[in-house]
């Protein structure tokens, strides 16, 4: 199977990256908020698990991010803001995300 890139960027529109409006870059502390562009290295544990946000970073920190690790992701997008009047609460989402680099993942044993 060949993984393709483009349902990556689909499948993490939208996903939760922070709690709160504003938020902060994993290496540089810059504080995020909504419109910031941002980039964002995401993990999926197998196949059939959801990608996830595990950091996020202020777009110049973001192009130092390496990968080295099957099932994970760099992708580009700005930050977002939900706001659920029914809980009062908001949260940080990522908008139309651009995959960057994705790690060749998921190859079986032996293969190269
Ligand atoms: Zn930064």
């Not at 993490?12 to 709690?19: F, L, M, P």
């Not at 908020?33 to 544990?45: A, K, L, Y």
């Not at 706001?83 to 790690?103: A, C, G, K």
């Amino acid at each position: 199977m060949i993984p393709t890139i483009a349902p990556l960027s689909q499948v993490i529109d939208g996903v939760r990256v922070a709690e709160g409006t504003t938020t902060t870059c994993d290496n540089c502390q810059q504080q995020l908020e909504e419109g910031h562009p941002v980039r964002s290295r995401i993990e999926q544990q197998s196949l059939v698990e959801e990608w996830t946000p595990c950091r996020l970073h202020c777009e110049r920190c973001g192009y130092q991010e390496s990968l080295n690790t099957p099932g994970t992701a760099l992708v580009a997008g700005r930050l977002g803001t939900v706001r659920d009047t029914q809980t009062q609460s908001s949260w940080l989402v990522l908008l139309e995300p651009e995959p960057i680099t994705v790690y060749p993942y998921w190859l079986s044993p032996g293969s190269k």
